[in-house]
């Protein structure tokens, strides 16, 4: 048998919707990045949703809009995509990593708590592989602290916690259409917000500062001519991404229920086997378990690269867990003296098995024997 990691979700409705949209010339920012919006807006319920080129992109613009600069700083957890670290450089203010919980590899509040400074500016807090931080906790912060809270939910959309879904509790809450990710639109982003003045700042800064969008223009029966108002970016999603966009979210919930029935067994499967720890989902929280991610306690007999290999010559692929950004190469020289030992040891001893729809039975079944042959 050959598994891999993940696999996109898509099938003719997609393909057809695309198609349609080809041959209906608007190919870029038109109707269909309109309607993707508003049913996105909709579906995460959030009052607007801005669709962008990529999730990387969506932080870039959010810190923008945050007011973030130079000489500002943001905390941000440093176990994550790179790309969340990144987005900060990007607008040339300073990288503060804190620590995350060793359980849910969410950011650990009382570390960011500790590092916030007068010059903190925001808090970037991700939704680790789909399950929730403790978002109000950081809304309080932020609060108190007059700091702007930003979401990194490239991994989250279906997720929900207490109750509403990731996009809902925020202002600047940014999502990832990238195929590794719960519904994908080949690349592409989304940033939900119910704040109108973040709306319109961002839907000028993804099209050059342009201050009469095509579609607008388009549809006036009087000439207008645009005024570039500020230096903006080509962070354009196109109506193709967005046709297929339209469609996955449409399968969006089935698709988090399925993947929750995998994760489920794996949870079944796996919770007699004292040196591993699961993925632990407390109450009022509700992933999408867009990555399963196993930690290997020290005591286990094999170690993670080991069991890696492991697998792999099974025909089971897998991943390290999240990398943490302060050990890559880009940013060892960028700041010193970083001790992050929570983070460090959850990235070195966790692995990622494969978790998709539609995953067969016997692919399951496959994957659980192994696994468990590998590490008992
Ligand atoms: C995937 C990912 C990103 C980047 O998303 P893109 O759409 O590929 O730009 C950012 N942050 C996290 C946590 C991610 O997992």
């Known amino acids: 048998m050959k598994i891999p990691l ?21 190919v870029t920012q038109g109707p269909k990045v309109q309607e993707f919006e508003e049913k996105f807006a909709d579906y995460v319920g959030s009052k607007y949703a801005v ?18 600069t130079v000489d500002d700083e943001v905390i941000c957890p440093s176990m994550s995509y790179v790309a969340t670290a990144n987005s900060i450089r990007y607008v040339g203010a300073k990288v ?67 109750g509403k879904k990731i996009g809902s509790h925020s202002d600047l809450v940014c999502f990832s259409f990238h195929p590794r ?6 690349d592409g982003g989304m940033i939900a917000t119910n704040n109108e003045t973040y709306r319109d700042r961002l839907k000028l800064l993804r099209q050059h500062g342009m201050s009469v969008n095509d579609r607008v223009r388009h549809e006036s029966n009087k000439v207008i001519f645009e005024d570039h108002i500020e230096v903006g970016y080509n962070y354009r999603m196109t109506d193709i991404q967005a046709a297929v966009g339209i469609k996955q979210l449409e399968k969006l919930d089935f698709i988090v229920e399925e993947r929750r029935k995998i994760a489920f067994q794996y949870h079944e499967a796996f919770k007699d086997i004292d040196t591993i720890r699961l993925p632990l989902e407390q109450e009022n929280y509700f992933s999408n378990y867009q990555s399963y991610s196993i930690y290997l306690k020290p005591e286990c007999k094999i170690s993670r690269n080991d069991l890696m290999q492991t697998l792999l010559d099974k025909g089971i692929s897998t991943r390290r867990g999240i990398s943490t950004a302060h050990r890559e190469t880009a940013y060892k020289t960028y700041q010193e003296n970083y001790s992050l030992p929570v983070s460090e040891d959850a990235s070195d001893r966790s692995i990622v098995i494969p978790l998709y729809y539609p995953m067969l039975q016997e692919e399951i079944d496959y994957v659980i024997e192994q696994f468990r042959v590998a590490i008992i």
């Not at 993940?6 to 608007?26: F, G, H, R, V």
């Not at 925001?122 to 809270?149: R, S, T, W, Y």
Request: glycine share 4%; net charge negative; hydrophobic share 45%.
């Open 96 to 162: 503060v990593f804190a620590e995350v919980n060793p359980v849910t590899y969410n950011i650990n509040i009382e570390d960011v708590r500790k590092k916030i400074t007068s010059k903190t500016r925001a808090i970037l807090i991700v939704h680790q592989m789909g399950m929730p931080a403790d978002i109000d906790a950081f809304k309080e912060l932020c609060a108190e602290k007059n700091l702007v809270l930003i979401e990194d939910a490239a991994c989250a959309v279906g997720s929900s916690y207490k």
């Open 6 to 26: 993940a696999k996109p979700y898509l099938d003719k409705e997609e393909a057809q919707y695309a198609y349609d949209t080809i041959l209906s010339a608007w």
């Open 181 to 186: 990710k719960v519904i994908t639109t080949g």
């Open 51 to 68: 669709a962008v080129s990529n999730c990387t992109t969506a932080l870039h613009l959010s810190m923008i809009v945050a007011g973030v």
